[in-house]
């Protein structure tokens, strides 16, 4: 069965580096997500994209943030300049279409900021 | 702003018990709600998606219901197993945009 793969698995990093998180988002699908869960909380979505654009994004997204599909398979989350708040667990998703599709999610990459 | 709420929070049940998980949702116009199910450390697992103009989803074990206008929803899960604990996670999308909120979830633990 397809599935939304993402990599790596745990990163951890040090305040102020820029990390990339990378995500593999089922083949057929055309929208892509990234939501993040700070341990202890909900899950937040971050944005949203689709056609080689954000679609939607949260207030969470800032200038810190930027998203990238650099290639037909890869979405990947830039964390510009990393802050300790950034640490959480980052997921990323895929849907066939947008609205009415089940949002499909990878197993997530647990970051930790020093 | 859309906030969403499950309750309760935990919930432990003997093996074989049916059990209701619920949310509720301060908006009523969504486009709809999802339920997943969350393993610890893990990602989460679709389990039913109910669209805005529908009533109820049924998968296997699992029934979960919409009631838009009072902006609630309810995951029932029918004769529990210890391989459902889990955390239970309630979403919803809005009419304007692609973003599940979510809820807090409810954590389910199944005693043999």
């Known amino acids: 069965e397809p599935e939304v793969t993402q990599t790596p698995s745990h990163q951890v990093t040090q305040m102020g580096q820029e990390v990339i998180l990378r995500c593999v988002p089922i083949?057929?699908?055309?929208?892509f997500y990234w939501y993040r869960q700070i341990l202890g909380q909900k899950v937040e979505f971050l944005v949203s994209?689709?056609?080689?654009?954000?679609?939607?994004k949260s207030e969470i997204f800032d200038d810190q943030f930027s998203v990238e599909r650099p290639d037909g398979s890869n979405f990947t989350l830039k964390i510009r300049s990393t802050k300790l708040e950034d640490s959480a667990m980052y997921f990323c998703?895929?849907?066939?279409?947008?609205?009415?599709?089940?949002?499909?999610f990878g197993p997530g990459t647990r970051l930790l900021v020093l | 702003k859309q906030e969403v709420t499950q309750i309760p929070a935990a919930l432990s049940v003997p093996e074989g018990e049916n059990l209701v998980l619920n949310c509720s949702f301060t908006?009523?116009?969504?486009?709809?709600l999802q339920w997943f199910r969350q393993d610890p450390g893990k990602g989460l697992t679709s389990l039913l998606l109910?669209?805005?103009?529908?009533r109820e989803q049924t998968s296997g074990r699992l029934n979960a219901s919409l009631d838009k206008s009072s902006g609630r929803s309810t995951l029932y899960i029918a004769a529990s197993q210890p391989g459902d604990s889990a955390t239970y996670l309630c979403?919803?999308?809005?009419?304007?945009?692609?973003?599940?909120?979510f809820g807090k979830g409810t954590t389910l633990s199944v005693s043999s």
């Open positions: 979403a919803v999308t809005g009419q304007a945009g692609t973003a599940l909120i």
């Open positions: 998703a895929s849907s066939e279409r947008g609205l009415a599709e089940t949002q499909y």
């Open positions: 083949s057929n699908h055309l929208y």
């Open positions: 908006d009523s116009a969504i486009y709809n």
């Open positions: 109910i669209q805005s103009s529908q």
């Open positions: 994209f689709y056609n080689n654009e954000i679609s939607e």
